[in-house]
């Protein structure tokens, strides 16, 4: 076939309404190929501009969601370090307070006694001294600042403040512990180290007013414990209402941006069977110009 034969057939076909059905429907067939390869019916503004705005609504309020999620991680991390540390703290207490009751019955040396609450007494302090992430726990808003001495002396600061975050929508928590520094207005290093006194002191009244003192100490933070409990609650019913509120907008921006896998086949079938139908118009068109051509 001439040149000039095939450009006035293409044009035939181009201009004549066989073949722009033709282009239609190939566009058509394609597009719903497409959308079963990916399984999405929305991809660019242009294939549905008032649901691809939608879409894009949910996915802002579902990155809003997540960056709740990860702040609810975070703090997690930190009241679930804070409650290791305070179990730490009242299991101390509870065994310096068997020191000093087997102290104050005789039974072994009380010298002994007093050294085994002295190394108590310095795992109190690494246990106040802790951190999470590079900040200290019992520091209040002060947490690049150690809250004790190594001496054990309490720290000059401030450590008192409560550090208060929003982890959901409308939903704020105190996530530090504070007062774990003191036990009934004594630090917890002191109150550890007057039990060692009284015990090397042989005094038997001292004995018991520090044992006492170390009593207080166990219910002290047996109470800190449940009140760190109870934001570690509260967190974990702030992230499983976050995490019902994702799964919800997930499905309702599925429902606007993914296909109905029947439908589309249901679809498919019928554009195929369209575009069938264009091809055998537009051959027929195709032989009638080679007809009228020559």
């Known amino acids: 076939m001439s040149r000039a034969i095939q450009s006035a057939l293409t044009r035939s076909v181009a201009h004549g309404s066989p073949g722009r059905q ?28 008032s649901g ?137 290093p002191d109150r550890l180290q007057a039990l060692a006194d009284a015990l090397r002191s042989d005094d038997q009244a001292a004995i018991s007013t520090a044992i006492e003192g170390i009593d207080a100490g166990v219910d002290h933070y047996i109470r800190l414990g449940g009140l760190n409990g109870n934001t570690v609650r509260t967190l974990q019913n702030a992230s499983a209402m976050i995490e019902q509120q994702d799964n919800v907008l997930g499905e309702r921006r599925a429902s606007i941006e993914e296909i109905d896998l029947a439908e589309t086949l249901s679809a498919l079938q019928l554009r195929q069977t369209g575009l069938e139908a264009a091809l055998r118009a537009t051959a027929a068109s195709m032989q009638t110009s080679l007809v009228n051509y020559l």
């Open 52 to 188: 691809f705005n939608q879409a894009k609504g949910i996915t802002r309020l579902q990155e809003r969601l997540a960056q709740h999620q990860r702040g609810i991680s975070a703090a997690t991390l930190w009241t679930d370090q804070t409650q290791i540390e305070l179990n730490a703290l009242s299991e101390i207490f509870s065994t310096a307070k068997e020191a000093g009751l087997r102290g104050s019955n005789g039974v072994i040396g009380r010298e002994e006694l007093a050294i085994q609450v002295e190394s108590l007494r310095e795992e109190a302090i690494d246990r106040l001294n802790a951190t999470s992430n590079g900040e200290y726990l019992f520091s209040g808003n002060e947490t690049k600042t150690a809250p004790l001495e190594a001496s054990g002396a309490i720290a000059a600061g401030d450590f008192s403040g409560q550090r208060q975050r929003e982890v959901a929508p409308g939903v704020t928590v105190t996530l530090n512990t504070t007062g774990a520094l003191q036990v009934d207005g004594v630090s917890t």
């Open 22 to 49: 033709l282009g239609r429907a190939r566009a058509a067939v394609d597009t719903l190929n497409t959308q079963l390869a990916t399984g999405m019916r929305i991809q660019k503004p242009s294939d549905d501009p």
